[in-house]
């Protein structure tokens, strides 16, 4: 299972103050579209955080609240031990160390890889381009081989979901 930040394809998860509402943050960058079709192709079940390109071969959270990474495996049934989180930002990592969930993060203007790997991205890709070129010696292809994921002890994972 792969989950894909809605960030990466400019919305922000979090939405519009008061009302919630995707909002959108910048145009999408070259490759994001192609990686959620690498990653549907290989038969692998997809969950963006909110909205992403139209068409995607995505399922999508549609309302994500405080806590994107954990709304998106209860929609799936998932388990953070077989999921990877794509992030865009350090925000997003955080939320996916709180999930017990590995992360894989794609640098942007906002965020740069030092930020990302002290946050507690286990990758860091320079885009999406950049990722699809190792995705099979990717953590996307390989989920279970980071073990397990500790949440940062200030954040630790919700009741029901072990690490």
């Known amino acids: 299972m792969t989950v894909i930040s809605a960030a990466l394809f400019g919305t922000d998860w979090r939405g519009a103050p008061h009302t919630g509402a995707p909002v959108a943050v910048r145009p999408p960058a070259s490759g994001e579209a192609e ?70 993060a794609l640098e942007t203007a906002a965020a740069r890889g030092p930020e990302l790997l002290a946050a507690g991205a286990a990758e860091v890709h320079h885009d999406a381009v950049a990722l699809l070129h190792v995705l099979d010696d990717s953590l996307l292809a390989r989920p279970r081989a980071f073990g397990a994921c500790r949440p940062t002890a200030a954040a630790a994972a919700p009741a029901g979901r072990g690490g």
């Open 35 to 104: 990686l959620l079709r690498e990653c549907d192709a290989r038969g692998w079940t997809v969950v963006l955080t909110g909205p992403g390109p139209v068409g995607a071969p995505a399922l999508t959270v549609a309302a994500p609240g405080a806590d994107p990474v954990g709304a998106a495996l209860d929609l799936v049934d998932g388990e953070p031990s077989h999921a990877v989180f794509v992030a865009g930002s350090v925000p997003e990592v955080l939320a996916a160390r709180r999930a017990a969930v590995p992360c894989v």
